[in-house]
């Protein structure tokens, strides 16, 4: 059986599996499903029984909001009762995304709908959820990275609605809607549990910079909180956040999410040079709890390539370093758990999950190598963190 995280966590374990579930338009205007083109959908049962081969207890799953509401206020729950249903057959507990990345054809986080809309679904799916599993715990993110989509959909032309220099109007139209969203779902269920999801980040100046370029770094780096902060009602209160909404605080964190913002260029995470101004995740994860206040989660990590194993070695021990320091950490995401394609290109895999895909294969989605060094890291991380955890219980206990 998976262990847990602590006695009041609400995960089934600490170490949890992320399934690509994007459904979003892509740079050139395609809509992508990588619930399928991973492979996940078709071989569903088989991947809940490889995780839980390897003690992963909770998964992060998506619901694909374009394909559930194919009509306005319509909706179609045929897939997400196949992942329900799975979840039940294999024990695993799972962490619902309403949002992402993905939005029906005719809305965008622009359109003076999209709050009422999103809304309606969170309502919906509360609903239908319930009628089948009332007494459970249920951890809904209703909007994955915010901040992220903002910038790809609003400054880059990346995503819907294709825009540059809209950035703030599209951040303002998800977190509008991710509000709105908040409030309905618990009105449907006050017992429902909101999970953040958003970009965990370090921005910093050049070496030997001027007041001014330290000032618009520092303020770069203050921006990563926006949307939580929004959600809190501490920014644009106008759009109806609480502290009350603040719940589970989940960060998402790569190896490219420290950089130099004048000129641009990422610090190296391994930190070769020693540079001074790269921050362990230990520091920014208890940034984050000491800013909110809110137990914290890393719901998004993983490296592409050979450097997949000491990367979970290196989260592993910034999570011991983590707890140590008394910020209660509930968990750790591997994400993606399996293989998965670039969005816009759909050929180049990145070969960041634990098990990756064959791209020779006429079908590369339904193809699962075992990564050998990632599940060996991933097992000694296991059972580092398992033993710091049974220490803080044993002196929470004494």
Known sequence: MPFPATTDSPFASFWMAGFECTDQLNAFGNRVDFLNLTGHLPLLDADYELIRQHQLGTVREGIRWSQVERRPYEYDWTTVQVLLDAGRRHGIQQVWDLCHFGYPDDLTPLHPLFARRFAALCRAFVAFYRQQRPDEVLIITPINE???????????????????????????????????????????????????????????????????????????????????????????????????????????????????????????????HHDPRFRPLSSLLAEAYHRYNCPVVLTETSHPG?????????VADEAVKTLRAGVPLLGVCLYPIIDRPDWDHLTPWHHAGLWDADPTAATPGLTRHLHQPSAAAL????????????????????
């Open 306 to 314: 050979h450097d997949r194993a000491p990367w979970l070695r290196m």
């Open 146 to 272: 915010v901040s992220f989509m903002s910038w790809l959909g609003g400054d880059v032309r990346g995503t819907a609605p294709y825009c540059v220099g809209q950035g703030w109007e599209v951040k303002r139209g998800l977190m509008r809607a991710y509000i709105e969203g908040v409030a309905a779902l618990r009105e449907a269920d006050p017992r429902v549990r909101i999970l953040t999801t958003e970009p965990l980040l370090n921005i910093v100046a050049q070496p030997g910079a001027g007041p001014a370029e330290v000032r618009r770094a520092r303020e770069a780096h203050r921006n990563q909180f926006q949307s939580v902060d929004m959600l809190a009602g501490r920014l644009c209160p106008e759009l109806g956040g609480r502290p009350e909404y603040l719940d589970l605080l989940g960060f998402n964190f790569y190896y490219d999410n420290q950089w130099q913002l004048e000129p641009y260029h990422t610090l190296p995470w391994a930190n070769e």
């Open 379 to 398: 097992a000694a991380a296991q059972a580092r963190v398992a033993r710091q955890l049974a220490l803080l219980e044993s002196l929470a206990i004494g």
